[in-house]
């Protein structure tokens, strides 16, 4: 019923910044969390960042005072801007999209960020 598609993946140098998009098809009007979530191969998918419908926000320690999410709630658009890329950044990035009430995961086709010198 909904679909996430996201942009914004690549390679970086250490250091370097990326901006992460991801956009759904259509709007939830109910209570709802945006973010993303990132896996290495053959380790624990983890969060990076989510932010919900009213605002509140979760980053995991690793990316905190480097990355930040943000929504456009009219475009139905969430983003992750990340600075100050370290190569254990170096992971595929899924959106996510969560309805409260019902506890419904929709997820985003993955976009690869690699930070590599």
């Known amino acids: 019923q909904v679909q996430l598609v996201e942009s914004g993946g690549g390679l970086v140098q250490p250091g370097g910044s990326l901006r992460l998009s991801c956009t759904a098809s259509?709007?939830?009007?109910?209570?709802?969390?945006m973010g993303w979530y990132r896996q290495v191969p053959g380790k624990q998918r983890e969060l990076v960042a989510i932010?919900?419908?009213?605002?509140?926000?979760n980053y995991a320690d690793s990316v905190k005072g480097r990355f930040t999410i943000s929504r456009d709630n009219a475009q139905n658009t969430v983003y992750l801007q990340m600075n100050s890329l370290k190569p254990e950044d170096t992971a595929v990035y899924y959106c996510?999209?969560?309805?409260?009430?019902?506890?419904?995961?929709?997820w985003g086709q993955g976009t690869q960020v690699t930070v590599s010198s």
């Open positions: 996510n999209l969560r309805v409260i009430i019902s506890g419904q995961d929709y």
């Open positions: 259509r709007n939830i009007f109910s209570p709802n969390a």
């Open positions: 932010m919900a419908s009213g605002g509140s926000t």
